[in-house]
Nanobody, 116 residues
Framework: EVQLVESGGGLVQPGGSLRLSCAAS????????MSWVRQAPGKGLEWVSS????????NYANFVKGRFTISRVNAKNTVYLQMNRLQPEGTAVYSC?????????WGQGTQVTVSS
């Protein structure tokens, strides 16, 4: 059974940091590129960042460049999103996504709330 389980969300003050994790199982993790996406209340899905299957290439949405870092440890079947200098507009459910060709898997998401 394929599973993507996110963790690390929570409540953080503006300017604070969080590190999200996404643990994968049930598929060959190292063969899949991974992404983080988010959905704010009342809004659609928004792509945040992606990393290639072996971690050699990363991409970021303009609104997170310089503040967020995506990484992965294939030996642990885990992808991370380090989020620094969070702002209230970063409040959303953050989900990870695995993709390779026509295959795609989704996690359930973890809530991040940025508020004082």
């Amino acid at each position: 059974e394929v599973q993507l389980v996110e963790s690390g969300g929570g409540l953080v003050q503006p300017g604070g940091s969080l590190r999200l994790s996404c643990a994968a199982s049930g598929f060959t993790f190292s063969s899949y590129a991974m992404s983080w996406v988010r959905q704010a209340p009342g809004k659609g899905l928004e792509w945040v960042s992606s990393i290639s299957s072996l971690g050699g290439s990363t991409n970021y949405a303009n609104f997170v460049k310089g503040r967020f870092t995506i990484s992965r440890v294939n030996a642990k079947n885990t992808v991370y999103l380090q989020m620094n200098r969070l702002q209230p507009e970063g409040t959303a459910v953050y989900s990870c996504n695995a993709f390779r060709g026509g295959d795609t898997y989704w996690g359930q998401g973890t809530q991040v709330t940025v508020s004082s």
